[in-house]
């Protein structure tokens, strides 16, 4: 079982950056592949991108692709999402998730096992 807490959101103004961490804690989280979703305001939560469990590939939404990068660092447990030329229609509530042992180009489709509490990112401008 793995518990997830994400840390890194905020305001930031149109074309700037942010970085959100994914801390989690329980037991083997390398047999787990890690994804980011997000929740705009009124909407639904949708896949943002994620990282296979062996670090091996990644994933990303099309709105996304190019300006956001998931990483992992099995060592101390967590993943990260960096998001770059941040947009007005990237403010959402952002949550990670832990899917067991899924090749990257599938968690679109899976359900997690895990999430995070989500952070708010709001972007302005």
């Known amino acids: 079982q793995l518990q997830l807490a994400e840390s890194g959101g905020g305001s930031v103004e149109a074309g700037n950056s942010l970085r959100l961490s994914c801390k989690a804690s329980?037991?083997?989280?390398?047999?787990?592949?890690m994804s980011w979703f997000r929740q705009p305001p009124g909407k639904e939560r949708v896949f943002v991108g994620g990282?296979?469990?062996?670090?091996?590939?990644?994933a990303y939404s099309a709105s996304v692709k190019g300006r956001f990068t998931v990483s992992r660092d099995i060592t101390n447990n967590s993943a990260f999402l960096q998001m770059d030329g941040l947009r007005p229609d990237d403010t959402a509530v952002y949550y990670c998730?832990?899917?067991?042992?899924?090749?990257?180009?599938?968690?679109?489709?899976?359900?997690?096992?895990?999430w995070g509490q989500g952070t708010q990112v709001t972007v302005s401008g």
């Open positions: 998730a832990a899917t067991p042992m899924a090749s990257a180009e599938t968690l679109e489709q899976l359900t997690p096992s895990y």
């Open positions: 329980g037991r083997h989280f390398r047999n787990y592949s």
């Open positions: 990282i296979g469990w062996n670090g091996a590939g990644t």
